[in-house]
């Protein structure tokens, strides 16, 4: 069964960082699409940050590009998702998705709600003072 499983969130104060990771214990995630979304109360699921089967391919929302990087280990089989200049408005719940079976998309179309189809449980990101 393909599980991701996030880890990394926590409490950061306004301006701080975190290095969000999401592994896949047992299947790899080369050449697969994968992103990073989020949910904040009473909010919508948004995609944030989205690599897609080509690795050159990424998408980055706009209320994050410049200060979230994501990046694919694949020694570590593992994706992170560093996050810089934290604000109050980015707390929320992380989540990770990929797409199984395979299919090709580009990091834009990977952002767009209901494309990938499996998704870890989420980690918490609370920014405040």
């Known amino acids: 069964q393909v599980q991701l499983v996030e880890s990394g969130g926590g409490l950061v104060q306004p301006g701080g960082s975190l290095r969000l990771s999401c592994a896949a214990p047992g299947f790899t995630l080369d050449y697969h699409p994968i992103g990073w979304f989020r949910q904040a109360p009473g909010k919508e699921r948004e995609g944030v940050a989205c690599?897609?089967?080509?690795?050159?391919?990424?998408y980055y929302a706009d209320s994050v590009k410049g200060r979230f990087t994501i990046s694919r280990d694949s020694g570590k089989n593992t994706v992170w998702l560093e996050m810089n200049s934290l604000e109050p408005e980015d707390t929320a719940v992380y989540y990770c998705?990929?797409?199984?079976?395979?299919?090709?998309?580009?990091?834009?179309?990977?952002?767009?709600?209901?494309?990938?189809?499996?998704w870890g449980q989420g980690t918490l990101v609370t920014v405040s003072s």
């Open positions: 690599m897609g089967s080509n690795d050159d391919s990424i």
């Open positions: 998705a990929t797409q199984r079976p395979w299919k090709f998309y580009t990091g834009n179309s990977a952002c767009r709600d209901q494309t990938l189809n499996i």
